[in-house]
Structures are given as C-alpha cells and as structure tokens.
C-alpha cells in the first residue's frame, strides 16, 4: 500500500525526473533539465509558490504532483490545483494516484478554507481523464486559454 508524505529537498532528482518523463510521455515535449531542476528547486525555497507529495512503497518514491493555491475572491477560499502528476509506470493501475488524491483531499479538509481541488489535463491524455472521472472529479464548465510571454 503507497504511503504519501509531503516532499522534501531530498526527493528533488525524483520530481525532476518525474516531471521530465511526464512531459515527454503526456505531450511529447523535452524539457530542459537545468530549467526544470530550477523550477522544482523555486518550490522548495518558497512555499508560497506550492508543496510537493511524493508516494512511497517500501520507502521508494514512485509517484509525486504539486500543489499549488489559487484565492477565489467569490468563494472566499482556495482553490487548490493539482499539477504534475506523475507515476512511475510500474505501479500504475495500483492505487498510488489514489492515494495521493485522497491525501489532497484529506489535507484539504483539514485546511478548512478551500472551496474545490482542480487540475488540468491534456485533452489527449484519455487515461488520465477516466482516472480523474473514477475518483469522482467532474469536468468543470471552463476551456483553458493561454498567451506564452516571449523575451
């Protein structure tokens, strides 16, 4: 059974390795080890910006995402957001995304001020949506849009 624990400085190889192979496996992009190591590192160093959770077996990290907040001046909560998701191909199908989600969830609960836990996902990645669906999140009544600022 997985267990689930927030990340520390320590797992960061894990979580860059993650996000890369998720990345080249989910959208077929190569992103740069350097930047990401960077941008995982940034976590660490400011929890304003998220946490990560890693799941274990037998104390071997086999699965992470990242948590990040999101204020809804609306509800006055947080939305809090899933992001990069990723488990080692071997102990997919086994209960590890689950039982990161329910840690979220659990945690959220907790937290007592966050209105709705949300996540994106490629619109291709039909795996992930029926994953998502079986662990009773619904799609949301909103499209994604985006601007990639250039320097």
């Known amino acids: 059974m997985p267990q689930v624990r927030l990340a520390s400085r320590d797992d960061l190889f894990y979580i860059v390795h993650f996000n890369i192979s998720m990345a080249l496996e989910t959208e077929d992009i190569a992103l740069n080890n350097e930047e990401i190591t960077q941008g995982v590192q940034a ?19 086999v699965g992470s995402l990242l948590l990040t907040t999101e204020w809804s001046d609306w509800h006055n909560k947080y939305y809090w957001w899933i992001q990069s998701v990723y488990v080692n191909p071997q102990y997919r199908r086994s209960g590890v995304y689950k039982t990161l989600y329910e840690f979220v969830c659990n945690s959220a609960k907790e937290h007592g001020d966050v209105y709705a836990i949300r996540l994106y996902v490629d619109i291709n990645n039909k795996i992930a949506q029926q994953v998502y669906n079986n662990l009773g999140m619904h799609k949301s009544n909103y499209d994604m849009f985006e601007e990639v600022i250039k320097f």
Do not use: E, M, P, W
Request: charged content about 15%.
């Open 43 to 61: 976590v660490f160093d400011d929890s304003h910006l998220g946490r990560y959770c890693v799941a274990t077996i037998n104390n071997q990290i």
